[in-house]
């Protein structure tokens, strides 16, 4: 029987998709070097929670989303998580790589709220909810981790 190859989530910014909310992307090369050995799955959970490209910046706050502008977002970071969620679970994703410090991708470190600049621990709206979920989230520099970890979950 042939193995089926498997599938990540990846934050679609990392594979050079303009969605970052100034319209830039992140485009990592390492991160587009895993499409040698994985099927990767592009998401962006604002745009897929209906907010538009380019946007406001966002940081989450007391566990709500807020735009620079002070407007409470949390409910469209919410539905691109559901969104994002739904992927994983139709292509039978067990891990993801997110974009690192974002509101909605963040893993182990966010950005405050303040909109300083300043690092404070915690998961993006995405993130938490995958990890919920029993999916494996890594960022983009962690990739080395990743690969083992894959190794370790064939």
């Keep these: 029987m042939e193995q089926k190859i498997p599938s990540i989530l990846v ?15 992140n485009e990592a090369a390492e991160v587009l070097r895993l499409k040698e050995r994985y099927c990767l799955i592009p998401v962006c959970p604002e745009q897929m929670g209906g907010l538009m490209t380019p946007r406001l910046p966002a940081e989450m706050r007391d566990g709500r989303v807020y735009a620079k502008d002070g407007s409470d977002v949390t409910g ?17 994703c067990r891990c993801a790589v997110l974009k690192a410090r974002s509101p909605s991708c963040g893993s182990h470190v966010i950005y405050d ?16 909810l995958l990890k919920e979920n029993g999916i494996r989230v890594f960022t983009e520099h962690e990739l080395g981790e990743l690969e083992q970890w894959m190794e370790e979950h064939r």
């Design 113 to 128: 709220g303040t909109f300083s600049g300043t690092r404070v621990e915690g998961n993006g709206v995405t993130a938490a």
């Design 76 to 92: 469209a970071f919410a539905k691109g998580a559901d969104a994002v969620l739904h992927l994983a679970q139709l292509f039978g």
């Design 11 to 25: 934050s679609a910014c990392l594979l050079g998709i303009s969605c970052r909310y100034d319209g830039n992307t």
